[in-house]
């Protein structure tokens, strides 16, 4: 079960999806509106228009670029064309890519991030980078707990990987919610790294995951085709592709995004802490914290849902994730946690 279960709960505020709290761009809501004029015809099969954008914004070629209805389209379809034999995910992470391996009969490895290192990647990972090892998942920043990879850790394990012949799926898609944003994205060297794709979405970065749109970037011709061959026809709607157009023009808007979140992060994790909550390091727009206390049910029953951890490989009871939203909501938050805390 992931975050965002409105349709079976009385929510009337959401803090399980991690979007961004300003909302979709006026420039994306208008080109969904435009696009309804075009749903007579079939979509762009090539999504032409819509990869020449993602591959200015991200500084590759158009055609190192595929889209999926969402990364969760794109995880299985790497997995089906590579057809590995081994694959290795730290943990925890997010619950998709155990199932995009699991969809393929591979033998699958669990590389257990520890709380006392705050569920942070380490070097005790490097060993376990061997020949008969196919395919490892990576995420910048981790989901749920928010951290990024130590810039040096992460240069190490991709280069392990290449020099033993792993592929490396290295999903960006909260990177763009980070305070230092694309000056860490590996897009633009693609080049050197042939096995590795890069995944990111426009899920959270511009607040629209009923859209559901995701893009991978890889560098070798030959892997995106067997990629892509295991997307469907039409993958794309014609919604998909117009608002993702749209939403890469919105520079100005990011920068206010990664602003305001840095803010209201720093401002949630101290109204947690003063709760006596233990609260995770992160760099983007989530947080990952432990009680004793059954907050989810708590909260739920007062129209407020979080995202309840215990089911992520790696972790236990008690530990939960909020999204970062706008003060007013956080103070909300912070006032029923309170309240169950201390009555």
């Known amino acids: 079960m992931h975050g965002g279960d409105i349709y079976r709960n009385q929510v009337t505020l959401d803090f399980s999806v991690n979007i961004n709290p300003l909302g979709m761009p006026e420039s994306v809501r208008q080109a969904l509106r435009d696009a309804v004029e075009d749903c007579t015809c079939y979509p762009d099969e090539r999504q032409e228009a819509l990869r020449a954008a993602i591959g200015a914004w991200e500084g590759v070629p158009s055609d190192w670029v595929l889209c999926g209805n969402g990364a969760s389209e794109l995880f299985p ?9 081994r694959i290795l995910i730290p943990v925890p992470s997010f619950l998709g890519y155990e199932k995009a391996a699991k969809a393929w009969d591979a033998d699958l490895r669990f590389y257990e991030m520890k709380a006392e290192k705050g569920f ?4 005790g990972i490097l060993p376990l980078l061997t020949k008969d090892l196919s395919l490892v998942f990576l995420a910048n920043p981790n989901n749920p707990v928010g951290n990024r990879i130590a810039p ?6 991709l280069v392990r990987c290449r020099e033993q012949g792993i592929a490396v799926i290295l999903d960006e898609c909260f990177l763009g919610l980070t305070e230092q944003d694309g000056s860490r994205s590996y897009f633009p060297r693609l080049e050197e790294f042939p096995r590795l794709f890069v995944v990111s979405a426009f899920t959270k970065l511009f607040a629209i995951p009923g859209v559901r749109l995701g893009y991978l970037g890889c560098g070798d011709p030959q892997l995106r085709d067997i990629v892509e061959a295991q997307l469907p026809e ?9 608002a993702g ?8 808007y990011c920068r206010r995004s990664r602003s305001l979140i840095a803010q209201e992060r720093a401002y949630l994790a101290e109204g947690l802490g003063r709760l006596g909550i233990q609260v995770y390091p992160s760099e983007t727009n989530f947080l990952l914290f432990y009680t004793e206390v059954p907050l989810a049910k708590e909260l739920l029953e007062r129209g407020i849902l979080i995202r309840d951890c215990e089911n992520f490989r790696g972790l236990k009871k008690g530990y939960y994730r909020a999204a970062i939203r706008q003060r007013a909501e956080q103070d909300r938050l912070l006032a029923e946690i309170g309240a169950i805390i201390c009555r």
């Open 77 to 85: 379809a790497i997995v089906r064309g590579l057809r590995p034999k």
């Open 152 to 157: 040096d850790l992460l240069e190490q394990v």
């Open 234 to 242: 039409w993958n794309l709607s014609v919604f998909a592709q117009r």
């Open 245 to 252: 157009a749209a939403a890469v023009g919105e520079r100005g």
């Open 120 to 123: 942070r990647l380490d070097e």
